[in-house]
């Protein structure tokens, strides 16, 4: 009798692959989930063996079947040849930089790249003798004319954090490619669900698995996606550096991840329909949504993703921060906090000026990010509307 996990697995549609990718339930006495492997030794049986190191486990830190098992799932998922988990989107990231970068490199990263992707290249890199220069994310194949000789990574986000400019992720990876240099990419948005990023010329593909992949807001997890030639590098490099993720963090991965089809429908389907009726509000001047199709970077989200994920931002007309904090601070099923991908909704307001420098951005409102949960939308557009009964109240 044939085992789930067996099979010609490519032939396989993704709602399949999603609940049956990396998994193995007869090496588990056919429970239908991995344990939770905790271990730092794993023994040998004999010198010769130890010498050898043929066995599939060696050492805790270079995995187990728990991390093994979600690797392959995101791995499918994304659509390249190797994953590698991390214990933050963020270092995920640090790690993905550290490995394709040496003193002396210039590196171009999106102007809209997550804070802290910043503050790496900034800080860190810098340090290392690795030049950055940030890039206006819609510059498609014009970013030829910002590569330098010593160019070795161009580092995109697609759609941007906090603003959601979508880029022309074909057109960069090409001209990068070109001058031979790696493309990486912080797929988190749209998780490996609605962008796949080997099909558009990405080489490394990033998660906050934090987000989307747990789901449930109760983990810190992060995955390094390579493809056939960067994988190679990745396999060196992460055990360098020595970061894991935690056993029970994956584990929370796996359990996140086989649900993440149904989960992020919902939160497309209802961020886009609370997207449409904030752009109906007197006191919204925009709503920074790719699927909209007011949005200018509408016809590239809708070429090359599957999907939405229910997080966008809004900008309100000009109000005083009182009229802001009445509005936020009453809101019952809102909460107000970093990070996103959870079951449940969230706001926070943001302020993308002060930190960009290849481009200008330029609000006359306060913006603020919003994060569409699994709620149901007439209860959240109620949250809202006494919100903005609120905000007109003490503007
Ligand atoms: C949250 C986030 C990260 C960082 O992930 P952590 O798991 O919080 O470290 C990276 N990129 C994007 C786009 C994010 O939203």
Redesign the pocket.
């Known amino acids: 009798m044939g085992q789930p996990g067996d099979g010609p697995k490519k032939k396989r549609r993704t709602s399949t692959n999603i609940v049956h990718s990396g998994r193995d339930p007869f090496a588990h006495h056919g429970f239908v989930n991995p344990p939770v492997y905790r271990g730092s030794t794993v023994l040998f049986k004999s010198l010769d063996a130890f010498e050898k190191r043929e066995q599939r486990y060696v050492y805790g830190r270079r995995g187990t079947p728990t991390t093994d098992a979600l690797e392959e799932a995101i791995c499918t998922l994304e659509g390249g040849v190797r994953t590698w988990l991390t214990p933050?989107?963020?270092?995920a990231?640090a790690a993905a930089l550290l490995a394709f970068t040496k003193a002396g490199d210039h590196i171009l990263v999106a102007d809209t790249a997550?804070q802290?992707?910043r503050k790496m290249c900034n800080g860190i890199l810098k340090r290392f003798g690795v030049e950055t220069t940030f890039y206006d994310p819609l510059i498609g194949a014009g970013i030829t004319k910002l590569m330098k000789p010593n160019t070795t990574v161009v580092f995109l986000?697609s759609p941007g954090?906090q603003t959601f400019e979508v880029q022309d992720v074909p057109a960069i990876a090409a001209a990068a490619k070109a001058k031979g240099a790696w493309v990486l990419m912080?797929n988190?948005?749209a998780s490996p669900l609605y962008f796949k990023p080997f099909e558009h010329g990405v080489d490394v593909s990033i998660q906050?698995a934090?987000?989307y992949i747990v789901g449930h807001a109760d983990a810190?997890?992060?995955s390094i996606t390579g493809n056939e030639r960067a994988a190679p590098i990745m396999l060196d490099e992460t055990q360098s550096i020595g970061i894991c993720a935690g056993t029970e963090e994956v584990y929370l991965g796996l359990r996140g991840i086989r649900t993440i089809e149904v989960r992020l429908e919902r939160h497309w389907r209802s961020g886009l329909d609370i997207a449409r009726w904030l752009e109906q509000r007197p006191e919204v001047s925009r709503v920074l949504h790719p699927a909209l199709e007011s949005n200018p970077s509408h016809a590239l989200w809708k070429r090359d993703f599957l999907g939405a994920s229910g997080l966008f931002a809004f900008e309100l007309k000009p109000v005083p921060k009182k009229a802001v904090a009445a509005m936020l601070d009453g809101l019952q099923l809102f909460g107000m906090g970093a990070?996103?991908g959870g079951f449940e909704s969230l706001v926070l307001p943001f302020n993308a000026t002060p930190y960009r420098t290849a481009t200008k951005w330029e609000t006359a409102g306060p913006t603020v990010r919003i994060h569409i949960g699994l709620e149901d939308v007439a209860d959240l557009k109620d949250d809202l509307d006494a919100g903005f009964a609120r905000l007109k109240v003490a503007s």
């Open positions: 933050s989107g963020a270092a990231i997550y802290p992707t986000e954090s912080d988190t948005w906050a934090t987000k810190m997890l992060g990070s996103w």
